[in-house]
């Protein structure tokens, strides 16, 4: 008599299990007929300057172009960048993943990367924003750069001609888990400005 029940309740749930599985499967491929929109780059910090309320040349003080000109003549110009993606979905049902893998090119080259472990979900006929946080150097990218030619290019960065010459790609890698596996999108969705 045990051994019926131990029987039912294995298959129940081992059912239970196999439509969690799809129902992920489901989400993870409406998220990946998805819109996906790079919406913005902003730099936070710029060589030890923080950027919050620095529209313009003028917004800076001697002490942050004396920071700044000191990080030109080290030879390097460490800059923290916030990269805000839209995904937008058209289906009538939750799209979602478990995470994602993510690699920032400038002038086709990777200057970052990173991974987020979070689940992303995107409610029926609708969009969400999430963003993505990356360091790198500026002086590697516009290497023959002056300062005034450097502010000007962070102090304009979503500006569609500065963001051309920099070259700004972002590439997601998907994926949600199936037990202890994840499962991964095969090549990378690119989003530029």
Request: net charge positive.
């Amino acid at each position: 008599m045990k051994h019926p029940i131990l029987t039912f309740l294995l298959v129940i749930t081992f059912f239970i299990n196999s439509c969690g599985i799809l129902n992920q499967a489901g989400e993870y491929e409406r998220f990946m007929n998805s819109i996906f929109t790079l919406k913005s780059v902003k730099v936070l910090e710029l060589g030890g300057v923080d950027m919050s309320g620095i529209n313009d040349k003028s917004s800076f003080n001697a002490g942050d172009i004396m920071t700044l000109t000191g990080r030109l003549f080290s030879g390097n110009m460490p800059a923290k960048l916030m990269v805000e993606i839209e995904v937008r979905n058209n289906k009538d049902k939750i799209a979602a993943i478990s995470g994602i893998e993510w690699e920032l090119l400038l002038k086709d080259q990777v200057y970052a990367t990173g991974q987020v472990d979070d689940r992303v979900e995107v409610k029926p006929s609708s969009s969400r924003t999430f963003k993505l946080r990356a360091d790198v150097d500026l002086l590697k990218v516009l290497s023959s750069e002056s300062l005034p030619q450097i502010i000007k290019v962070v102090t304009n960065i979503n500006d569609a001609r500065e963001l051309k010459k920099l070259g700004v790609e972002l590439r997601i890698k998907p994926y949600y888990k199936s037990g202890a596996n994840k499962k991964k999108y095969p090549g990378y969705i690119s989003m530029k400005p």
